[in-house]
């Protein structure tokens, strides 16, 4: 619990930006408590695939704050690797047989954080996971999809992800992600609903 305080402090100090600024009149935040984010908040489950490999995810999002904030838990497994996409990690990624052999062997963790820029109404969000990648992303809707761009500068790796809700118990979640190398990942998942989450 102490560490995630922490870890929402920093966000909340580096999304200032979103929300406030030095040379306008600061604005009562936007809310995310909309028909989209209220259909989002919950559990979901299902399968994933990517140039990683094949897996289950579970996803958990929580309405926070009065509904300026959404928090998603990610969490998946990674228990196949075909040979096929392990040769394709070491020749687009460089990644060795321990690295890989760590991947398989691990479970995915992610923390992510969206609000609402009250001045622009772009959706911006930061991005935590065990990889240890901070990612700053802003985005938009559209129809029944979220599109979001992901940068991480000081590594060289930014990407686009998309949320595209397919019914009220089922969404589909692709990312396409290109590395330092120049190289790109791509990854999907299609999860349905497991149970709903009191907003906190």
């Known amino acids: 619990m102490k560490k995630l305080l922490i870890v929402l402090f920093v966000v909340m100090v580096s999304m200032t930006s ?10 009562p935040p936007r809310t995310l408590d909309d028909d989209w984010g209220r259909w989002l ?50 020749e687009t990624m460089g990644i060795s047989d321990r690295d890989i052999k760590n991947i398989q062997n691990s479970i995915y963790k992610g923390l992510e954080f969206r609000t609402i820029d009250s001045d622009t109404g772009q959706i911006c969000g930061q991005w935590f996971d065990n990889w240890r990648p901070m990612l700053t992303g802003r985005g938009k809707r559209e129809g029944n999809k979220e599109i979001m761009e992901w940068e991480w500068p000081e590594q060289k790796v930014s990407g ?27 990854d999907k998942t299609e999860v349905t609903h497991k149970r709903i989450l009191a907003e906190k």
């Open 18 to 27: 979103c929300v406030t600024s030095q040379k306008k009149a600061v604005r």
């Open 41 to 90: 908040v919950g559990e979901w489950e299902g399968p994933f695939e990517s140039t990683v490999g094949k897996g289950k995810n579970s996803i958990e999002v929580e309405l926070c704050f009065d509904g300026r904030f959404l928090i998603t838990k990610y969490r998946g497994e990674v228990p196949e690797i075909t040979p096929e996409r392990i040769q394709h990690l070491k």
């Open 160 to 186: 686009i992800r998309v949320i595209e809700k397919v019914s009220d118990d089922k969404f589909i979640m692709t990312g396409k992600w290109t590395m330092p190398n120049g190289r790109v990942m791509e």
